[in-house]
């Protein structure tokens, strides 16, 4: 018997209803980016390495470990995108569109990193993205926060994501910083364990984001970058506090917040959803000015954020969402019914409402139409027998709300879908 071949470790397929709720999630927060004035910018799925090590640092556990890497036939190192603010930074370079004027850009697809699959992170992993360019002040690290937060409210999470922002200053007083955290930590060597070791000179700051708790008295006492910010940085991060404050956005300001990525300075920002648990983050970004200059353009400043799809899903998965895609399951009862039924499914499609119409295919009873009706997620079911041909009415019966069924005559349905869509 032939082996099955099985799906890689870490990659998974994505079925439905779960690709319905994909689907109406990423509609629903474009939707929410085109308000604002985003527009979308696609980039392909491989890079050359260098792109990655060069934006991401060496000494990073992306380009260190988790990295899918290779040669091609022409002996060049390629890499499958494990970020997309360093491609879409690629892209804005070689393009030109950087500079001119401000940049508002969003992307939405798959990305890879080779670490352990675990219920939030996979190996292909799902993000939007979203990134702008030219916008100097805290105006933008505000409308970014502000942008997302409407997004919650949009695909209706169950539950309100807590926001924590910090400010990682210059490079110039993210320097100084480092050598401060660096002689605090080595008064602890013996108690960090092996991987806040091999960070200790190489990546301070992210030993601040260990979950170890034989670590947190340590990170908890710790010199506080936000002491050791430079005049600038501390204007910018006291401004963005003031605008989210106006805007009714609450937060927490968490010292201890840091990036895993080497490009980011002043702003950063993640949005936290209890109940996931060690992959609480469902959004994150900040602010990378100097990461133009450091791929070889002319300076630019930038700041953006990613939201992980798969996370999202964890989340409306435990709500028990149901995606409201299907407007009409057409249950037909006789071969004048499947006629008239098809004819009637393609009016309703191409109407002013666009409705989405699924009809029944394959025969069957009523009662097993109906099932097929209820499992499609459908909002109406119409059924449609002779007599409704024949008085070119429809039996209609609402699968989501408490109504008694009844006969419409079919040039009455448009006023039906004006009241049934708005809700």
């Known amino acids: 018997m032939t082996k099955r071949i099985q799906s890689i470790r870490g990659m998974h397929d994505v079925l439905p209803p779960d690709s319905d709720v994909l689907r109406s999630t990423e509609r629903e927060m474009q939707n929410i980016l085109r308000q604002y004035g985003y527009h979308e910018i696609r980039m392909p799925l491989l890079e050359q390495t260098e792109l990655f090590k060069r934006s991401l640092g060496e000494v990073t556990d992306i380009v260190e470990k988790e990295m899918y890497t290779f040669e091609d036939r022409n002996g060049d190192s390629l890499t499958l995108r494990p970020e997309g603010t360093a491609s879409c930074v690629r892209a804005g370079i070689q393009h030109g569109f950087l500079y001119g004027q401000p940049q508002r850009l969003w992307y939405c697809g798959p990305f890879f990193r080779h670490e352990r699959p675990q219920k939030g992170r996979y190996r292909q992993f799902h993000q939007l993205g979203v990134e702008t360019f030219g916008y100097l002040g805290p105006d933008i690290d505000a409308e970014l926060i502000i942008l997302s937060a409407h997004m ?11 926001l924590e922002i910090n400010s990682l200053g210059s490079s110039e ?15 602890f060597e013996d108690k960090l364990d092996k991987e806040a070791k091999s960070r200790l000179h190489s990546n301070p700051l992210r030993i601040l ?22 005049e600038e940085s501390a204007d910018h991060f006291s401004q963005l506090q003031k605008l989210l404050t106006a805007a009714k956005i609450e937060f927490t300001i968490n010292p201890r917040l840091v990036r895993g990525l080497d490009y980011y300075s002043k702003t950063v920002f993640e949005w936290v959803a209890e109940g996931l648990g060690a992959q609480a983050t469902i959004c994150a970004g900040g602010r990378y000015d100097g990461l133009i200059e450091q791929l070889g353009g002319k300076p630019c400043p930038a700041a953006g954020f990613a939201i992980g799809l798969e996370r999202l899903l964890s989340l409306l998965e435990e ?6 895609s299907v407007d009409v399951y057409m249950v037909l009862m006789g071969e004048k019914a499947e006629i008239a039924g098809m004819q009637l499914a393609n009016q309703m499609r191409k109407a002013p409402h666009s409705l989405s119409v699924v009809t029944n295919c394959g025969g069957g009873s009523i009662k097993s139409q109906m099932k097929r009706a209820d499992k499609s997620h459908a909002r109406l079911a119409f059924i449609l027998g002779e007599d409704e041909v024949d008085n070119q009415t429809v039996t209609v019966k609402y699968l989501r709300e408490k109504r008694d069924q009844e006969v419409i005559p079919q040039h009455d349905l448009a006023a039906l879908f004006a009241v049934i869509l708005d809700k």
């Open 152 to 162: 919650w409210e949009s695909i209706h999470l169950p539950m309100k994501p807590r």
């Open 173 to 187: 007083a993210r320097k100084q910083y480092r050598d401060i955290l660096i002689s605090y930590l080595q008064k």
């Open 209 to 230: 984001d260990s979950k170890n708790p034989d670590m947190q008295e340590i990170i908890q006492n710790a010199p506080s970058l936000l002491n050791h910010l430079d």
């Open 319 to 324: 709500s028990q969402y149901l995606d409201p």
